[in-house]
């Protein structure tokens, strides 16, 4: 089945440790998106790549930045997590942009920052 | 800019009871307009969508909202509550061309037995 896989489930890092999640995606869509959701919240956009072209939401912190190396990957770097930054990181993909395309999340990634 | 509002963060039913959760948006031109569903510690589930086409939508495991333009709103529904329908739902809108989908807060559904 076509899907978009996270990994690891649980991640559990050190205060200022960076940490790296993962994302793919057999859709073979053209965007692939993060969110943060922490607990009882609605999922907050942090970025999104269409194809290679990278977009940052205005209000994402700069502690977070994203790699995409090809089609089927994509990575979110916290480069020096705090105790803010735990939370439940959401990946999703769409066929393309517009208003409506349905996004398809992954089972996401629980951090812990001890 | 738009904007959804759900009305009520926890909604308790019987099970075999009427489901109605609540999604009131905000939207200066036609909006387009989701439900997903998340289970505990899992990602979010295309429930349906509105896309401008039939005002009433049906989507999967037996849900279905209805678009209503002069209430702006897009309430979930669902005949018969079951015990697998406890989660969290999530309203969301976007609008054409590249924006963000924006989701409400979410509503937690409880079933009780």
């Known amino acids: 089945d076509a899907m978009v896989i996270q990994n690891p489930r649980y991640q559990v890092t050190q205060f200022g440790k960076p940490v790296t999640l993962s994302c793919s995606q057999t859709?073979?869509?053209?965007?692939m998106y993060w969110y943060q959701q922490k607990s009882s919240q609605a999922p907050k956009l942090l970025f999104h790549?269409?194809?290679?072209?990278?977009?940052n939401e205005a209000d994402t912190p700069d502690n977070f930045q994203s790699r995409r190396p090809n089609t089927s990957f994509c990575f979110l770097d916290i480069r020096s997590p705090g105790l803010g930054d735990a939370a439940m990181y959401l990946c999703?993909?769409?066929?393309?942009?517009?208003?409506?395309?349905?996004?398809?999340f992954g089972p996401g990634t629980r951090l812990l920052v001890l | 800019a738009q904007s959804v509002t759900q009305l009520g963060s926890h909604v308790s039913v019987s099970e075999g009871a009427l489901v109605l959760l609540r999604c009131n948006y905000s939207?200066?031109?036609?909006?387009?307009l989701f439900w997903y569903v998340q289970y505990p510690n899992q990602g979010l589930q295309l429930l349906l969508k509105?896309?401008?086409?039939?005002?009433l939508v049906k989507g999967i495991n037996g849900f279905e909202a209805e678009f209503k333009k002069s209430e702006t709103s897009f309430h979930l529904t669902k005949p018969s509550a079951h015990m697998s329908d406890a989660a969290e739902y999530f309203c969301?809108?976007?609008?054409?061309?590249?924006?963000?989908?924006?989701f409400g807060k979410g509503t937690r559904l409880s079933v009780i037995a």
């Open positions: 859709l073979n869509h053209n965007v």
């Open positions: 790549y269409y194809d290679k072209d990278f977009n």
């Open positions: 969301a809108v976007s609008v054409p061309g590249n924006t963000p989908l924006v």
């Open positions: 939207s200066s031109v036609p909006p387009y």
């Open positions: 509105y896309t401008s086409a039939a005002t």
């Open positions: 999703a993909t769409s066929r393309d942009l517009g208003g409506q395309e349905t996004q398809y």
